[in-house]
């Protein structure tokens, strides 16, 4: 029984190393499989060129950070709508809310047919306390009723996000309007 005890700190620090493997060995093969998956959808390319490399899944980040105001990172999501007017924003899911990006100096759009479709963004997220009309201002644009943008009442402080660019898989996307304009929706 002594025998055991001494031996117990080696045997313990075995079991940590084979299941850091196993555990390790499971990442990577996650990941193996995120890469094949992406490999054969089209990616298209919206503002500055970035790759797909070290992005983060958006609704794990946000729910592991509620204490960050701002930080620049590369996020991952499914997009859950975008501006039906220009393609200046879209939003993704990240969890019981959705996530804004608008566009660097509001330099580019995005298809506004990319509903559904896989995305990759990298920019800066922060966040902001929004107000009525913007919140109104966004719900239109998104082609909610009269009812639903006339039920926002107060402002919301929300993340939201920056990109600088942005990486949306799949096909059949519309071409974004070419030029934006000055004037911001």
């Given at each position: ?34 890469e094949?998956?992406f490999s ?7 503002g ?15 729910a ?40 660097k100096?509001?330099?580019f ?13 990298e ?5 902001k ?13 998104a ?14 402080l929300q ?19 070419a ?7």
């Amino acid at each position: 029984m002594i025998d055991l005890l001494k031996k117990a700190p080696c045997i313990l620090a075995a079991l940590v190393v084979i299941v850091s493997c196993e555990a390790t060995k499971n990442s990577h093969e996650n990941e193996t499989e995120i890469e094949e998956t992406f490999s054969t959808i089209k990616s298209n390319f919206f503002g500055e060129e970035i790759d797909r490399e070290n992005a983060t899944d958006a609704m794990q980040f946000i729910a592991d950070n509620q204490d960050k105001d701002s930080i620049n990172i590369k996020l991952s999501g499914e997009i859950t709508s975008v501006c039906q007017m220009k393609g200046c924003w879209m939003t993704i899911n990240v969890g019981d809310e959705e996530l804004r990006i608008t566009f660097k100096d509001y330099g580019f759009f995005v298809p506004k047919n990319s509903n559904g479709n896989d995305v990759i963004i990298e920019g800066v997220l922060h966040k902001k306390l929004v107000d009525v009309k913007m919140l109104k201002h966004y719900a239109a644009d998104a082609g909610k009723s009269e009812e639903e943008i006339e039920a926002i009442s107060e402002p919301k402080l929300q993340f939201v996000f920056e990109a600088s660019g942005v990486i949306i898989y799949g096909d059949d996307l519309e071409s974004p309007k070419a030029s934006p304009s000055n004037d911001q929706d």
